[in-house]
């Protein structure tokens, strides 16, 4: 049974019905509003158990859909134009699903028409923990929420829906507040409002999804965090090199090109895609550029080539028959052994094994695109062959939680698409959205695995789940990708007893564990054989991206296939000229920069961080403070002879 909704209507013209979120009422689009109201009629509305519309005993898609539909026939509205927020997009399908003559066309933003894992767990779990009897200020509501909801504005977002009892309804000894939504409705229906939008038959209209912008999360929590950690020191602030405005207006420039068609890129120079095998969307490039009086040059650029039994990608592929080369040397001194999909599977298998603890944890670092997805599947493969238990798994990545969205709306297109959509289904494995949720995995209890970003263990939110289980000798640490030199993945893997995390020493009992075959990179017989399939190469092969062992080591390797004399090995800011009979170095005025031979090699920042380490160490372990005395003293000392 369908019910009145409150509403508001503002400007003139054609309708426009504005729906809003979860926990949300129709003041929340009221800036849209305003936007559109010279040029439509708006509608905002209530949904039930929201705002000043009814509450009621039941909320799901159909019912809310059925209240839009009557809000249409009471205002004589035959057919109108739905704008829907995250919830409220949801009910904008149902409502073109349910009655798709009434709709013209929809706009959804930041949500998509498939069933979700539940994501506000913690905020449901903070809202009924409010104590409404005692809580005599808003105030003092913030501060208890404040328990669950770590940010500011996401609470005082949740608190608008706090209404103060008028002072003629107030009881004695009776709350100072209630609340305008119907929360245990909300709480008791919570499945249904994660389940996806369902009628009998497509909505052909046009529709509009519109997704909000995460690119730049990384850069503004990491700078966040930075910035409140100079603050108590008195250092100044910074801020990001980039925030999310920049990269909505980066991404306005990207126009798409399909493998192995040639483009124009400027004066003359023409390129063309080809795909590199290492993660979805990766590519070599191929330019060909004009050389006056002689045949055009062409070069390759590898960019990461993938390897073999790449799980979700079709292998490297390019032509032959390049004057120039310039390939990547990440894995140029390993020879993976075992490196079958079925050798990585028995490993990854071993793994969970072993690190199976009532009272642990399983953290995987990992990167967002690809590695992560990898993993799901081949999870998903041993859980369903009852290989290993379904032990919870939790995604804690905005990013990768959009990536995999990606994969899952085109799986049909990958190889093993299908186990990857049966794993996003699975009831043990769940996303985080929010820092909320994210920080509530510190409180999970029993064993579970949790893949976060980033893979190098550089940002994101590894560094938190590391933080509070690395001193723990139940949690294990699996790596299973590159970690580069200076990188805390890397240091971790060389066996460090301590780290810096954010400022913080934290000792290392977490056992500490890796496996390479889930790396993105060819080793060094894949790259080989790869440059081998490009060749005759005519001029030369630059090799880069690469610590020195393995640059040295794939020149060595590619004895027989390349001569010797035609490998180059460019230092940071070489220049060349490139002849069509070989790469003649260009002298040029210094960069002032680092120094050309430090790329590869741990700087100053990893120096100082190992430095205070070991100065704690050896002071908590002295004989008594007056040795204690004498170490600082001899510090001093030498840092004096230094200035």
């Known amino acids: 049974m369908s019910v009145e909704l409150n509403h508001r209507i503002t400007g003139e013209g054609a309708p426009l019905i504005l729906l809003h979120g979860l926990f949300g009422s129709l003041e929340n689009l009221g800036g849209i509003a305003r936007r559109l109201q010279d040029e439509w009629q708006i509608h905002a509305l209530d949904q039930r158990n929201h705002g000043g519309s009814p509450h009621t005993d039941s909320m799901d898609y159909p019912a809310m ?38 709709v013209e066309k929809i706009v959804v933003a930041d949500i998509a028409p498939v069933s979700y894992k539940p994501r506000h767990d913690v905020i449901l779990e903070g809202l009924k923990s409010l104590d409404l009897k005692s809580i005599r200020t808003r105030q003092e509501a913030d501060a208890a929420l404040s328990e669950y909801v ?121 390129a063309r895609y080809w795909n590199a095998g290492h993660l979805l969307g990766s590519a070599s490039i191929e330019l060909e550029c004009p050389a006056p009086g002689e045949r055009p040059r062409r070069l390759l650029f590898s960019g990461d080539i993938g390897p073999e039994h790449k799980l979700l990608q079709a292998d490297p592929s390019a032509p032959s ?100 959509s049966r794993a996003l289904t699975s009831p043990n494995i769940r996303f985080t959205e929010s820092a909320e949720e994210s920080k509530a995995l510190d409180r999970l209890k029993g064993f579970h695995i949790v893949i976060a970003a980033s893979g190098m263990c550089e940002a994101g939110r590894i560094r938190h789940r590391l933080r509070n289980w690395l001193w723990r000798p139940q949690a294990t640490v699996l790596f299973v990708g590159f970690q580069a030199q200076g990188t805390l993945g890397r240091i971790l893997r060389d066996g460090a007893s301590t780290v810096r995390i954010q400022g913080d020493e934290v000792i290392v ?61 460019p230092q940071l800011d070489a220049a060349f000229r490139l002849t069509a009979r070989s790469a003649v170095p260009v002298s040029s005025e210094p960069v002032s920069r680092i120094d050309p031979a430090q790329p590869g090699h741990l700087d100053w920042h ?19 403070d007056k040795a204690r005395g004498v170490m600082i003293r001899k510090l001093r000392r030498a840092m004096s002879e230094a200035d």
């Open 65 to 102: 859909a059925a209240d839009v539909i009557a809000y249409l026939d009471r205002q004589g509205i035959d057919k109108a134009r739905i704008l829907g927020h995250s919830m409220g997009g949801k009910v904008a399908m149902q409502v073109a699903l349910q009655a798709p003559e009434r």
């Open 321 to 420: 028959g390049f004057d120039y080369v310039i390939c990547e040397s990440t894995y140029g001194d390993r020879d993976r052994e075992g490196a079958s999909e079925a050798d990585r599977r028995r490993l990854l298998r071993e793994a969970v094994e072993a690190a199976l603890d009532p009272d642990g944890a399983l953290l995987i670092p990992s990167f967002a695109v690809e590695r992560t997805q990898e993993l799901l599947v081949d999870l998903q493969i041993l859980i369903e062959s009852g290989d290993l238990p379904a032990v919870p798994i939790i995604i804690d990545s905005p990013l990768a939680t959009r990536a995999t969205g990606v994969f899952a709306r085109h799986a049909r297109e990958l190889d093993h698409g299908e186990i990857l």
């Open 509 to 569: 009992r977490a056992k500490i564990r890796a496996i390479d075959l889930y790396s993105g990179h060819a080793d060094g017989p894949e790259l080989r054989e790869w440059l081998s399939e490009r060749c005759p190469v005519a001029a030369g092969v630059f090799l880069v991206h690469g610590e020195v062992e393995a640059i040295d080591a794939l020149k060595a390797r590619l004895a027989g296939v390349v001569a010797q004399e035609r490998i180059v090995i």
């Open 150 to 270: 770590e940010l500011p504005p996401t609470r005082q977002f949740l608190l608008k829906n706090l209404e103060r009892v008028p002072r003629d309804e107030q009881l004695e000894d009776g709350p100072a507040f209630r609340w305008r939504l119907n929360l245990p409705v909300i709480d008791a229906s919570y499945a249904n409002l994660t389940s996806a939008p369902e009628g009998s038959g497509p909505f052909d209209g046009p529709v509009l999804f519109i997704k909000g912008g995460d690119s730049a999360y990384i850069q503004d929590t990491e700078v966040a965090h930075l910035n409140r950690r100079n603050k108590r020191r008195g250092r100044r602030t910074v801020v990001p090199i980039y925030d999310g405005a920049d990269v909505v207006n980066c991404l306005k420039q990207f126009e798409p090109v399909a493998l192995g068609d040639w483009f124009t890129v400027a004066g003359g120079i023409r």
């Open 606 to 624: 990893n120096e100082v961080s190992r430095l205070l380490l070991d100065i704690n160490e050896r002071l908590e372990n002295a004989a008594g």
